[in-house]
Nanobody, 122 residues
Framework: QVQLVESGGGLVQAGGSLRLSCAAS????????MGWFRHRPGQEREFVAA????????RYADSVKGRFTISRDNAKKLVYLQMNSLKPEDTAVYSC???????????????WGQGTQVTVSS
């Protein structure tokens, strides 16, 4: 069992940066791949970024590639999403997720946080 709590969201101007954190509880955190997803107003939840259990591999949605960076610290049970060059279309609720396999499909992840709101003003 893994519990996830996101933090770090807020209001930022276009071009700015934010770093989201996802704190995990549970002894098996380091065995899970982790992902970040977002839910934009009026749209389906979509994949943003994922990282393997070891941190050796990452993948990103095309819309955030080159601007966002996912990382993890297994000793601290934390996953991060560094977001740079933010755009108004990045406005969404961002959620982290944990699952046994590494990928960009929602159904690959078993555990979800409640999400944190990111608002980017133009």
């Amino acid at each position: 069992q893994v519990q996830l709590v996101e933090s770090g969201g807020g209001l930022v101007q276009a071009g700015g940066s934010l770093r989201l954190s996802c704190a995990a509880s549970g002894r098996t955190f380091s065995r899970y791949a982790m992902g970040w997803f977002r839910h934009r107003p009026g749209q389906e939840r979509e994949f943003v970024a994922a990282i393997t259990w070891s941190g050796s591999s990452t993948r990103y949605a095309d819309s955030v590639k080159g601007r966002f960076t996912i990382s993890r610290d297994n000793a601290k049970k934390l996953v991060y999403l560094q977001m740079n060059s933010l755009k108004p279309e990045d406005t969404a609720v961002y959620s982290c997720a944990a699952g046994p396999t590494y990928g960009d499909y929602i159904n690959q992840y078993d555990y979800w946080g409640q999400g944190t709101q990111v608002t980017v003003s133009s």
